[in-house]
T-cell receptor
């Protein structure tokens, strides 16, 4: 079954304790991205990756890091989480065809609800 | 400005009614316009529109894009309680391929 898998689904942590949210897709998609969803603000892109070893900032990258060492995995790293990073996080992947860009829809993971206290 | 605006913010109708959800945007040059349904967690894909004036249909749902007037609509006919959800519209740009989302329309269907 085609899917994007995020872990964990729920996480409560304390300020400053480094954490990683994992994301894995089994569709051989080149394009992957992370979003956060907050009430009244909708989904906003944090980081994206066009392919292995190619990552770039989205609209709200402060306080986050990503890596793309393998095509299927795109972890989101919070080096020193703060309460304003409490949010619902989604990883998404899409098929990209080189110069034609992303030609398909985005497939979303089930989400990670993060609370930083 | 790179904005996607959805209206109404919230809509409550009775089962069987027909609803029209709106999505307007400001950037004229973009790759595609997408609609998603979000119930409890992950958004699920409904439609992707790339050409103006061509309606896409899936059962009771349909959508169309007007690139001249910079908007898209999502229609749901004969609504059912299972249609209750937040409906999201997103525009995919060129280059960074980013999806810019609207804040969504919360649709509630009363039995």
């Amino acid at each position: 079954e085609a899917q994007v898998t995020q872990n964990p689904r729920y996480l409560i942590t304390v300020t400053g304790k480094k954490l990683t949210v994992t994301c894995s897709q089994n569709m051989n998609h080149e394009y992957m991205s992370w979003y956060r969803q907050d009430p009244g603000l909708g989904l906003r892109q944090i980081y994206y990756s066009m392919n292995v070893e190619v990552t770039d900032k989205g609209d709200v990258p402060e306080g986050y890091k990503v890596s793309r060492k393998e095509k299927r995995n795109f972890p989101l790293i919070l080096e020193s989480p703060s309460p304003n990073q409490t949010s619902l996080y989604f990883c998404a992947s899409s098929l990209s065809r080189g110069a034609r860009g992303v030609t398909g829809e985005a497939f979303f993971g089930q989400g990670t609800r993060l609370t930083v206290v | 400005e790179d904005k996607v605006v959805q209206s109404p913010l919230s809509l409550v109708v009775h089962e069987g009614d027909t609803v029209t959800l709106n999505c307007s945007y400001e950037v004229t040059n973009f790759r595609s316009l997408l609609w998603y349904k979000q119930e409890k967690k992950a958004p699920t894909f409904l439609f992707m529109l790339t050409s103006s004036g061509i309606e896409k249909k899936s059962g009771r749902l349909s959508s169309i894009l007007d690139k001249k007037e910079l908007f898209s609509i999502l229609n749901i006919t004969a609504t059912q309680t299972g249609d209750s959800a937040v409906y999201l519209c997103a525009r995919r740009g060129f280059g960074n391929e980013k999806l810019t989302f609207g804040t969504g329309t919360r649709l509630t269907i009363i039995p």
